[in-house]
């Protein structure tokens, strides 16, 4: 391609700019910037020479234009040609303001903290009223997004939550074996570690995987039905969206965590074992450990926990995927604010039970 | 070479088959340089698949298609570089303003100056009447006003070949018939090719030099001319009806009333 080219000489009534060769995008790099200060610091009378342009298209034409405009004064065309000069015709009209195109300021609209808040607590509301009153719009649930969501959420979660529950069993157990051996009480750490998997840890990693892979998936789900406008198809259709798209996900992740944390907790309790052996313990003795530390109780209040968490991330996950803003960006935006409110809300509500269990004495 | 030069798309018996199922096949007709050619048809006829050809996204099952003398299949670079698109949808990034959507091609393909680039993507902007939106996000536009921006993006590096898949639809009247207006000045300006899916029957009389009908039920094309021809001569009835349709919607308010 022909580069542009570019003369800048001063006459006695003027300067002359010649501008040459192709006056295209993609070949006026070399002569804008030159162009245009030859062009304001031109005093007196300018002529501008494009009898040796071949081809002009809209970038040259605004080049020219932005020529004509930078300078004070009269501009004598000499060559210019019918073709660019109605372009150049065609740019005058669309931008009509000689002092060039103004760019009104980008104004961010932000929502407000509290305003944020507020909606957060209106759709905790909205959720728990659609509950109350499932009874009466029974048939805007659909059992088998239920079935779907719980086979999404739970049974193709397990293997990630064996693989996660035997490493943090083996770990745990091996982490705390050294210092305990120091004073003999290595077989007491079947106990610790199955306690703590059955109490604590069971749900509470539980409630992570939910959250990264579920709690995540809901909001981009509902966030893309939010943007391709087929939530408000719904609301149109007198379909309440509440029930239809939140009660499913949240009774889906309610039914699904007490089965990953007993993934947890089992899978845990293998990889502890697997540790002991390796230490030396037998099976019977790690077993009657476990048996003499733990009982039904810690199991039980583990798997209640997990169900809360479960309601918790679910709901978060829809409220994210629901009030998601316009585009792509938004869809992200509310996959990242699902997983990060899951996750604090569950280590926040772990604190609460923590605190309430330990006054009740359980 | 010389006919080739004169050539900006040819379409040489291409068809398009999706497992058992043919959406048209043999369809042939050439797009000479700087004409404006209007694909029409009804819903499912293949328009948009045929346009997907052209621009090199979808690979012909049947038959071969040259833009700029360069095959769709085996010189899709070359395609690209001849070629701007408008998306029905406008297909802009919703992650940059509009002003940025119009600097991303000329940033990535040119040395110019961001000054520069800013000043000829405001002009791109302030042709397709959107010189006050230049800072707004794809988000807070209208629908027209994003297919306004599509075109101003696609018209960034000023392509010989712009093909625009109905850039009139949702926009109103005369919104509408101002892009009729940039197509033609551009045509004259530049000598750009135009391949434009639209159904405004207006805007087909006022920008096409000739114009292509897919028809489902033929699987292929039916009319391939002058709308005028069209109008006046076809005898299919689908062209027949497409062309007449003021008319016949006339008749039908006649014998309601």
Known sequence: ?362 | MSESAAVAIDVDHAGQSFGGRVIFKDVTFSVAAGEVFVILGGSGCGKSTLLKQIIGLLRPTEGRIAVGGHDVVTEVRAVRREIGVMFQSGALFGSMTLLENVMLPLRMFTDLPARARAEIARIKLALVGLGEAVNLLPSEISGGMAKRAAIARALALDPPILILDEPSAGLDPITGAGLDRLILELRAALGCTFVVVTHELMSIFAIADRCVMLDRTAQGMIALGTPRDLQQSSDHPTVRAFFNRDAESMDVQKELR
């Open chain 1, 1 to 362: 391609m022909v580069e542009a080219t570019l003369d800048v000489a001063r006459e006695d009534a003027g300067t002359v700019i010649t501008l040459g060769g192709t006056l295209t995008a993609t070949a006026l790099a070399p002569v804008w910037t030159r162009a245009v200060d030859a062009a304001k610091r031109a005093d007196g009378s300018l002529a501008i020479d494009v009898t040796g342009a071949e081809l002009v298209d809209t970038s040259g034409a605004a080049l020219l234009l932005k020529l004509e405009r930078d300078h004070e004064g009269s501009t004598e065309w000499r060559g210019l040609a019918d073709q660019p000069a109605a372009l150049m015709a065609r740019l005058r009209e669309a931008v009509p303001d000689g002092a060039g195109v103004k760019v009104p300021a980008r104004t961010v609209s932000r929502t407000s903290i509290w305003k944020t808040f507020i909606i957060r607590v209106t759709f905790f509301g909205e959720t728990i009223l659609a509950t109350v009153g499932l009874p009466a719009k029974m048939r805007f649930l659909r059992g088998g997004d239920f079935f779907r969501l719980t086979e999404r959420a739970g049974i193709q979660a397990l293997p990630l939550v064996g693989m996660m529950g035997f490493l943090i069993g083996m770990i745990l157990a091996f982490q705390s074996a050294i210092p305990m051996r120091q004073f003999g009480a290595d077989i007491y750490v079947a106990a610790l570690v199955s306690l703590s998997l059955f109490r604590e840890l069971g749900p509470l990693l539980a409630a992570v995987i939910l959250a990264g892979r579920t709690g995540s998936a809901f909001a981009a789900e509902l966030g893309t039905m939010v943007v391709n406008e087929e939530v408000a198809a719904l609301t149109t259709m007198g379909i309440d969206a509440e029930t239809m798209l939140v009660i499913p996900r949240m009774a889906a992740a309610m039914v699904v965590m007490p089965a990953l944390a007993i993934g947890i907790d089992i899978s845990g309790v293998f990889g502890m074992g697997f540790v002991m052996m390796i230490l030396g313990f037998p099976p019977a003795a790690i077993l009657h450990q476990i048996q003499l530390a733990t009982g039904p109780g810690d199991l039980l209040l583990g798997l209640f926990k997990a169900v809360v968490f479960g309601a918790a991330i679910g709901l978060i996950g829809c409220r994210a995927g629901l009030t998601a803003g316009g585009g792509p960006r938004a869809v992200g935006e509310a996959a990242t604010s699902a997983v990060v409110g899951g996750i604090v809300v569950t280590i926040l509500l772990d604190g609460l039970f923590a605190v309430i269990f330990y006054r009740l004495g359980l």
